[in-house]
């Protein structure tokens, strides 16, 4: 019986293509790279290899990774995202308290994209963050009034339930964005 050899035209198979590997000093096996195991190069055993389960089981976890974000997203990436969405939060006057379900909601609606995947912003990160931001901000705003002139405009109020509030503006120019 004539010894069977490896046929490079399994390398172009639309089936085995993306499994099937020669197998060095030996045309009579081959190598499966998704199994990583040898056969003998035989058409019905090769046949048999690409229907087993566990080839096809193999082969659908490496197309995708179970629970497994596409490489590629950077940390930076996912805290980038996490700072915005805190400060969104508090540019537009949003209870904190919604971050919890507003998480929940861009993984549920971005099911494609691994940032949404990764985010873990809940109320604590994010109340942290805001405080953070505020600090710098802060920072920002005492060197903006040290070196600029500016106008301060107080008012003061006690609410219905005799809560004294004391609102202070500064108004000045930002030499920086260049606006007031
Ligand atoms: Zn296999």
């Not at 004539?2 to 085995?16: I, M, N, Q, S, V």
């Not at 099937?20 to 990583?36: F, G, L, N, P």
């Not at 389960?53 to 976890?61: P, V, W, Y």
């Not at 507003?102 to 691994?114: C, G, M, N, V």
Request: glycine share 2%; aromatic share 6%; with cysteine.
């Amino acid at each position: 019986m004539p010894k069977r050899k490896f046929r490079d035209a399994w390398l172009h198979d639309e089936g085995f293509r993306e499994w099937i590997r020669k197998v060095d000093d030996d045309d009579s096996k081959a190598y499966c790279a998704v199994c990583e195991c040898t056969m003998v190069t035989e058409i019905t055993t090769i046949k048999r290899h690409q229907t087993c389960r566990r080839h096809t089981r193999a082969l659908a976890q490496r197309a995708a990774p179970a629970d497994q974000p596409p490489p590629g997203v950077r940390d930076d990436d996912v805290t980038r995202a996490e700072i915005k969405l805190a400060a969104f939060l508090a540019d537009y006057n949003i209870s904190i308290n919604t971050i919890d379900h507003l998480t929940l909601l861009l993984k549920d609606i971005f099911p494609d994209s691994a940032i949404a995947a990764k985010l873990s912003l809940k109320r604590t990160k994010a109340t942290r963050i805001l405080h953070d931001i505020s600090q710098i901000a802060q920072e920002q705003l005492h060197i903006s009034m040290r070196d600029n002139t500016f106008c301060i405009i107080i008012d003061e109020t006690t609410d219905i339930s005799t809560c004294k509030s004391c609102a202070v503006v500064v108004k000045l120019f930002n030499q920086v964005s260049g606006k007031i």
